[in-house]
């Protein structure tokens, strides 16, 4: 009785993981799957991972590239997870290694610096990879801090670099800067310790978000004048998310997306600010999102 008992719990285990990865990944329709299949520009699109405040790298290749979840998505458009066409940014930049981007190590306290030092690394990144790719197109992928450098990024790089940019995508990123809900007794003790907290990328999005209203209607016009020149963009939110605040991340007019993306629901947790700005990077409205983005890249290049 216990035996059979055992293998019929086992079995259902079985089953419900089944279900859930099945759920996790989205089906390809045959109109999907024809234009992967038949489009050979789709070995010129490379997705470059930009991680947020506190993240690090050890100088490899993958071991910190994070973003699995949509990695994941992507291999069931023809990548693999450790696809070559995955680029890991760094906030110290990088050198390209025969015809490889091979990050510069870095740690949590780097990602602190000023924006525009972070902002320059993307950009180093997009020149030096695109001599020696020319026919390279971009992807942009950000989560918190990291969306904030690419959308900075396209805001002010020259043309003939964000003509070579398909799209970005944004998530859970402060992109007109961020409240400061730190007392000031707090900020005193955190900067005792060079705390990432009171970093200068945190000071500037404080600042920023001072001037929200003016930060605001600057970035929707660059947001309209990416789309007019044929950029995707979505910026994502969540909004259980206590880090960013979803207003400031998912960039709305009249209370609607002016961007393919939109604000999503997440499951709390007892660390609520923490768990609903990370469980983005596995929302299926997020991957969901990257499939069609992806095709939609290849169809238009």
Not at 19 to 45: C, F, G, M, V
Not at 229 to 258: H, K, M, N, W, Y
Request: proline share 3%.
């Amino acid at each position: 009785m216990k035996k059979w008992l055992a293998t019929v719990v086992v079995t259902a285990l079985l089953l419900f993981v089944i279900i859930i990865n099945q759920s996790s990944y989205p089906e390809l329709n045959y109109y999907q799957r024809n234009a992967i299949n038949t489009n050979h520009k789709q070995d010129n699109i490379y997705f470059v991972f930009i991680n947020g405040l506190g993240a690090s790298c050890d100088g490899s290749t993958y071991n910190n590239m994070d973003f699995p979840e949509i990695r994941k998505v992507l291999t069931g458009l023809g990548f693999n997870f450790y696809d070559h066409r995955f680029l890991m940014y760094s906030y110290n930049g990088g050198e390209v290694v025969g015809d490889r981007w091979i990050p510069e190590e870095y740690t949590a306290s780097d990602t602190g610096q000023l924006i525009q030092i972070s902002t320059n690394k993307l950009e180093y990144l997009i020149e030096q990879f695109s001599f020696a790719h020319p026919e390279a197109k971009y992807i942009l992928v950000g989560h918190s801090l990291g969306g904030k450098i690419a959308m900075d990024f396209l805001t002010n790089v020259r043309s003939e670099l964000r003509n070579k940019i398909k799209g970005v995508v944004t998530m859970n990123s402060p992109l007109i800067g961020s409240p400061n809900k730190i007392p000031g007794k707090v900020m005193n003790f955190l900067e005792r310790f060079n705390s990432i907290w009171v970093s200068p990328a945190v000071q500037q999005l404080i600042w920023e978000y001072k001037y929200a209203n003016k930060v605001s209607i600057a970035l929707k016009k660059t947001i309209n004048q990416l789309q007019k020149e044929g950029i995707i963009v979505a910026t994502f939110s969540t909004r259980q998310d206590r880090l960013v605040d979803a207003t400031t991340a998912c960039i709305a007019e009249g209370g609607t997306p002016i961007t393919a993306g939109t604000i999503v629901d997440v499951n709390g947790y007892s660390i609520r600010d923490i768990a609903a700005h990370m469980q983005i990077l596995g929302h299926d409205k997020v991957k969901r999102y990257f499939v069609s983005l992806y095709i939609n890249s290849i169809l238009t290049d």
